[in-house]
């Protein structure tokens, strides 16, 4: 009887470990994303915007943000000039560049995206990263009076989630540790420009960086310095940056990241990533850094951010009007076109295939765990459902990954499927005894699956999505 109790005890004791490990490992994967007003669970993914480049002014048209939707972005950054919006040396406050951002935030909004600004110090004859810390003429106060102009104008915009603001700062020649430049300069920045802007915006999220290292003092490969004391502040985003092209630095760096995050009390929404393309890639198949290595290095990232549950910001959406010229390598480019226009058409399909990958966007519900798998399509989606809160979306991108149709399957009770032959939307193989197929609508125009009421509220579901029709009209007729 004792032996039979043991054991018992001993299967009891092996179910609570589980549960725990399992509910330990829901926690860590879900705390990432964002809620909306509504409190869906939402993985933000998008692009960086530029008004220019090296060749000058770069315009976009609601085709480019039909585009931007149909391979997955439901944000935009849009990276801002300094010396549009500031007295900085060289710099003056241009209303024809506000209009222009005005037009670039109308264009995501009527496209279903949020919008988040990035300042960049670009624009200006003569700024120093040395002189802006020290701050002796006030070079704060410029800067703080540069984004007032931004948080007055979208304080009441509903689709400006927020502001990314200071981006890549440097140390440069300042004979300082990066962790007292962290420490001593760049928290209580945060904590004043964050106050400033919680007086006019205080439902906005404020995007916050590290420290840009010099060239040749990465740490595993990662430019950017770590960040150890909290900034105490609500309504904070952690947005690294990750130009990583060593893919086995590419977890290690992402939990460091992770680490950041739980002392910052902050969400991660990665504000750039993925390593620069050099010229040669285009015609280059193999060898270093050739385009099964870029697709390699891509998707290794890609499943790393997914596995964590996180969202991302590509840079850039433009064509290849200019490249750059800082990397051993030779001339390379963050443009994801090959066409040498602004905007650009023609993808770089190894690059564009990954960033465009099928994702979970917005959820009535927690997101416990997601993962596309390349090899085999499956997009892999387990959630804890709850319908009072909306609404769902996850985008599919089946131009892209499932020219042969795709099926959808909930807890293998529930299932959809998709005829890209037949015109009619989502056709029912599998459903509930209280279901409603019809609260499931395929958006062509998005690349969307839009789910107006889960079929079992309130429950744990595993929604997978398949290609083909696993045989499902042969099964019908």
Known sequence: MKNKFQAISNKKIVGLLALLLTSMTAISQIKHGLRDISGRHVITRGFVINTNDHKGEVFFDSDDYKRMVRMGANAQVIRLELGKLSSFPGGSLDQTYLKKLDSLVSLGRNSG??????????????????????????????????????????????????YDIVNEPRKLTMNISYEDLTNTYLIPLYQKIIDESHKINPDKKILLQSIFMNKGEGIDNNQYAEITAPVNR????????????????????????????????????VGEWGFPTFATTDTLTSGRLGQLEYRELYIKTAEVFDRMGIGSIKAWFLGNRSMQYFLSGGPSTWAIFSDKTDAGTVERKYITDIISRPFPQVIAGDIQSFLYNFATRTLNLNIKSNNSKGASKIFIGADRHYPDGFSIIINDDFILYHNPLKN??????????????????????????????????????????????????????
């Open 234 to 269: 609500k309504n904070i985003i952690f947005a690294p940056h990750i130009y990583q092209n060593k893919i086995d630095f590419i977890k290690p760096v992402m939990d460091r990241f992770d680490r950041e995050s739980d002392m910052l009390e902050a969400p991660i929404l």
């Open 424 to 477: 009619i939307g989502l056709e029912v193989y599998k459903s509930y005894e209280n279901g409603n197929p019809s609260d499931f609508i395929w958006d062509d125009y998005s690349q969307q699956l839009v789910v107006l009421k889960w079929p079992v509220d309130n429950s744990m579901l595993n929604i997978k999505i398949v290609p083909g029709l696993r045989n499902f009209e042969l099964v019908k007729k």
């Open 113 to 162: 995206m949020k919008t988040v600004f990035k300042l960049t110090v670009y624009g200006v004859t003569k700024f120093s990263w040395e002189e802006f810390w020290t701050n002796k003429k006030n070079e704060h106060q410029t800067y703080i009076k540069a984004w007032k102009v931004i948080w007055k104008r979208y304080a009441n915009d509903t689709s400006v989630l927020g």
